[in-house]
């Protein structure tokens, strides 16, 4: 399910209008925007936006990753750019394993540490020479593609306990009606 919101960019100095849709395909959350009116900024987050501009982003929780390594390679070091100051940058191009829109074209530490729980956000635009405004059903039919490549690259992404907590493989549990698995509260309690 797909719901829309509109928001504000704060990212720019001029505050500008958009569209954001929100939703979960494959137990993977997305996030689609649109920019329906165009416009030019003064910071580095803005330049380049153009009239209907459409991005999508996914959200990767990567200790649900059963392979380790396939965690480390998603897990990218920051690289020295002199570009701008009150940004972080990633060189969005080792995530090639991973189908995207023209390349993963962004990609931001959302939360976590080396040590501790680690989620990225990661996406793209249709910004692209030759490009055009792609309307949101076939940027839906892109994310589903998208996280359909990531299930094909990672092989198993683990569920999380909604009781516990704990990751565990799924198909191993008690699935409701929102399709979310629990480990607890079966017939035999595995939160023990």
Request: with cysteine.
């Given at each position: 399910?797909?719901?829309?919101?509109?928001?504000?960019?704060?990212?720019?100095?001029?505050?500008?209008?958009?569209?954001l849709?929100?939703?979960?395909y494959?137990?993977?959350?997305?996030?689609?925007?649109n920019w329906?009116?165009?416009?030019?900024?003064?910071?580095?987050?803005?330049?380049?936006?153009?009239?209907?501009?459409?991005?999508?982003?996914?959200?990767?929780?990567?200790?649900?990753?059963?392979?380790?390594?396939?965690?480390?390679?998603?897990?990218?070091?920051?690289?020295?750019?002199?570009?701008?100051?009150?940004?972080?940058?990633?060189?969005?191009?080792?995530i090639d394993?991973?189908?995207f829109?023209?390349?993963?074209?962004y990609?931001?530490?959302?939360?976590?540490?080396?040590?501790?729980?680690?989620?990225?956000?990661?996406?793209?635009?249709?910004?692209?020479?030759?490009?055009?405004?792609?309307?949101?059903?076939?940027?839906?039919r892109?994310?589903?593609?998208?996280?359909?490549?990531?299930?094909?690259?990672?092989?198993?992404?683990?569920?999380?306990?909604?009781?516990?907590g704990?990751?565990?493989?799924?198909?191993?549990?008690?699935?409701?009606?929102?399709?979310?698995?629990?480990?607890?509260?079966?017939?035999?309690?595995?939160?023990?």
């Open positions: 399910m797909t719901d829309m919101i509109e928001t504000l960019d704060r990212g720019c100095k001029r505050k500008q209008p958009k569209k849709w929100k939703g979960k494959k137990d993977i959350s997305y996030e689609i925007d329906s009116k165009g416009y030019k900024g003064d910071n580095l987050n803005c330049n380049g936006l153009m009239n209907n501009m459409w991005t999508y982003y996914i959200t990767i929780n990567l200790e649900r990753i059963k392979d380790k390594d396939k965690q480390s390679k998603l897990w990218l070091d920051l690289i020295d750019s002199s570009m701008s100051d009150d940004r972080q940058f990633y060189s969005t191009r080792k394993m991973i189908w829109h023209g390349g993963c074209t990609y931001n530490k959302e939360s976590g540490l080396e040590r501790d729980r680690r989620i990225i956000k990661i996406g793209c635009d249709y910004g692209h020479h030759k490009d055009t405004p792609p309307g949101l059903d076939r940027t839906l892109d994310i589903k593609h998208t996280i359909q490549s990531f299930y094909d690259w990672v092989g198993t992404y683990l569920r999380r306990c909604m009781g516990c704990k990751y565990f493989e799924p198909g191993t549990c008690i699935e409701n009606e929102n399709g979310w698995e629990y480990k607890c509260g079966g017939k035999e309690d595995y939160c023990n």
